[in-house]
């Protein structure tokens, strides 16, 4: 026998058994998108390796380490998106969609990032993002926030999810600050490995957000960025904490949370979890105001942020949700009536229309082998239709209240008022 072939690393298989989570969780997005009138975009998961590297940044782990890229037949850089802001700004830009006026967007589908595979952590994953282009002040900031905070809400798992925010100040700040770091860091040189040592270099903020414990001190005593940002830059930051405090809205604001990312400005944000071991990020964003420039557009603002799918449908799988059974099994007991049985189901769906579950069991075999696989199903009615009550155009049907038999030409109808309880 030959060697079974096995998914690629990092790439995983979402089973029928947890669609249900994953339904529920997107079922929710879609409700609170319609719900505060973000419109969908679907953006291709291919795009050119130069709009990652002139957006999310050289310097960041992401495009320097993380990403899918590879020569199309034609030679052209090309990568696996590993983030969706980018592709949705590149398609703004192209299409006109930002020229004099404000968009709100939201797209859900799969991101690729090239790290090491662990729970919660993986290769090829699903992202639920949100951009908005074009608003100024921190009022769409908040939206952001109450957008993640309805959601966990609706999915039932507020108190599993705990908002961070920061302020990275303007670029001017973040420039002037930048150095502040690079002096600190420089100090205990001999205390940053390799890589460290690489974004003492290029990207100093990263280091704040180190988990490496040799370097708890120096973060910690490390200059904060709040200290030396514009009064602006700070008022914006303090009527956005103002007005969550005003709406009830808990969060914590931690200065060292500065986002793997480049385009961030001002405003950042994470909802985090104790729930998920190490892997603690649920969703996170914040202002990008320069990317859309950045990306040969007209200057806009522009906020954002992105949830991990699996990371929110784990969170919800711990609530173990049941499985979907079907309303409705049909069996044609007696296999030359298989076809006639079939037919006749599909006239029972036409009746009752698409919102009934209903399935059809194909597999024949004894009566008693059809019994036993209709209670394994777990139908609310199973249907064993024989010849003898083909014949007499009646179908017996089996419930947790035990056997009826029911004229074919009736069982819609009975199904209807028999079965209606939960169903609408
Ligand atoms: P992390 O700190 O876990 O690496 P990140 O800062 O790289 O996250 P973002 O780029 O902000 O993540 O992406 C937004 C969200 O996407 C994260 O909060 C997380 O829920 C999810 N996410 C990111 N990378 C992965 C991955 N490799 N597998 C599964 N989900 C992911
Ligand atoms: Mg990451």
């Avoid at 900031?141 to 303007?170: C, F, H, P, Y």
Wanted: with cysteine; glycine share 8%; net charge neutral.
């Amino acid at each position: 026998m030959s060697k079974t072939l096995q998914a690629i690393r990092g790439m995983r298989d979402i089973l029928p058994n947890e669609m249900t989570t994953f339904h529920t969780v997107e079922a929710g997005i879609r409700e609170l998108m319609h719900g505060y009138h973000y419109q969908e975009i679907r953006l291709p998961v291919l795009e050119s390796t130069e709009l990652f590297k002139r957006s999310v940044g050289e310097e960041t782990d992401i495009v320097g380490k993380e990403m899918y890229s590879f020569l199309s037949r034609s030679d052209e850089p090309m990568t696996l998106r590993p983030e969706g802001t980018a592709g949705c700004m590149r398609a703004g830009i192209e299409h006109g969609l930002f020229y004099n006026q404000t968009q709100k967007f939201w797209y859900l589908g799969p991101m690729f990032r090239y790290e090491r595979p662990q729970k919660g952590r993986y290769r090829q994953f699903q992202q639920w993002g949100v951009e908005a282009v074009g608003i100024e002040g921190h009022q769409i900031e908040l939206e952001m926030i109450l957008l993640g905070a309805r959601l966990w809400q609706i999915l039932g798992i507020t108190d599993k999810i705990q908002l961070q925010v920061n302020s990275l100040g303007s670029p001017a700040c973040r420039q002037h600050y930048r150095a502040l770091l690079q002096k600190h860091f420089h100090q205990a040189r001999d205390q940053l490995n390799e890589a460290e040592l690489q974004r003492l270099a290029r990207n100093p903020l990263r280091l704040l957000d180190s988990k490496n414990p040799a370097l708890a001190e120096l973060i910690a005593s490390a200059p904060r960025l709040d200290m030396h940002m514009s009064n602006e830059a700070k008022a914006h930051f303090a009527a956005l904490t103002q007005a969550l405090t005003e709406m009830g809205i808990s969060f914590v604001h931690n200065p060292h949370l500065v986002r793997g990312l480049d385009y961030y400005q001002h405003t950042v944000f994470e909802w985090v979890t104790e729930a998920l071991g190490a892997q603690n990020a649920v969703a996170a964003g914040g202002r990008y105001d320069g990317l859309i420039e950045q990306l040969g557009g007209q200057p806009s603002s522009a906020v954002g942020f992105a949830m991990g799918v699996e990371r929110v449908a784990a969170l919800l799988k711990e609530d173990s949700i049941p499985k979907v059974m079907p309303d409705v099994a049909v069996f044609a007991v007696d296999n030359d009536i298989a076809v006639q049985v079939q037919a006749w189901t599909e006239s029972l769906r036409d009746a009752l229309g698409l919102s009934w579950s209903i399935t059809m069991d194909h597999q024949g075999g004894s009566h008693k082998n059809q019994s036993k696989r209709a209670d394994k199903l777990g139908a609310r009615a199973s249907l064993l239709i024989d010849k003898d009550a083909w014949e007499a155009k009646a179908a017996p049907i089996k419930t947790v209240d035990g056997w009826v038999s029911v004229p074919l030409g009736k069982v819609a109808e009975w199904l209807r008022l028999n079965l209606t309880q939960e169903k609408v």
